[in-house]
């Protein structure tokens, strides 16, 4: 019972993260009215017939900054800075490759003498009338 509360909760965060902009495009076809004649930028304007829109994008654009500042929030949390408490011991060897003579076995071809094929000549293939 729990387990499946806790699953159903998830998937609905999931779903609400990634539908953000639907939420809010609901939300303002629900409010249009109240929108258009209260919130609305340019209700004293009816020849732009605006009728909310630029509310609704002005919210759309405030979700999007919103989701662009915690995705770099996140980033930050992401870095962890490394600290060195202790001086590495750091030694230098003064041969660092050793030469090695590499055995010479080279493959001998066969030396064969075999003719190029090459296609007969033009009179052969010439019709004769």
Same mark, same amino acid.
Not at 30 to 54: F, M, Q, S, V
């Given at each position: 019972? =729990?387990?499946?509360?806790?699953?159903?909760? *998830?998937?609905?965060? *999931?779903?609400?993260?990634? &539908?953000?902009? *639907?939420?809010?495009?609901?939300?303002?076809?629900?409010?249009?009215?109240?929108?258009?004649? @209260?919130? !609305?930028?340019?209700?004293?304007?009816?020849?732009? @017939? !605006? #009728?909310?829109? !630029?509310?609704?994008?002005?919210?759309?654009?405030?979700?999007?900054?919103?989701?662009? #500042?915690?995705?770099?929030?996140?980033?930050?949390? /992401? &870095?962890?800075?490394?600290?060195?408490?202790?001086?590495?011991?750091?030694? &230098?060897?003064?041969? =660092? /490759? +050793?030469?090695? +003579?590499?055995?010479? @076995?080279?493959?001998?071809?066969?030396? =064969?003498?075999?003719?190029?094929? +090459?296609?007969?000549?033009?009179?052969?293939? +010439?019709?004769?009338?």
């Amino acid at each position: 019972m =729990v387990r499946s509360f806790i699953a159903y909760s *998830l998937i609905l965060a *999931l779903l609400s993260a990634n &539908f953000s902009r *639907l939420f809010f495009y609901a939300g303002f076809e629900l409010n249009r009215t109240y929108i258009a004649t @209260h919130l !609305c930028e340019n209700r004293d304007k009816p020849w732009l @017939h !605006c #009728n909310g829109r !630029c509310y609704f994008m002005k919210k759309i654009r405030q979700a999007e900054e919103k989701e662009k #500042n915690d995705e770099r929030q996140s980033q930050k949390n /992401l &870095f962890q800075e490394a600290l060195f408490t202790q001086k590495a011991d750091t030694r &230098f060897y003064s041969q =660092v /490759l +050793q030469v090695m +003579q590499v055995p010479n @076995h080279r493959i001998a071809l066969p030396n =064969v003498d075999i003719p190029i094929f +090459q296609p007969p000549q033009e009179a052969q293939y +010439q019709k004769t009338v």
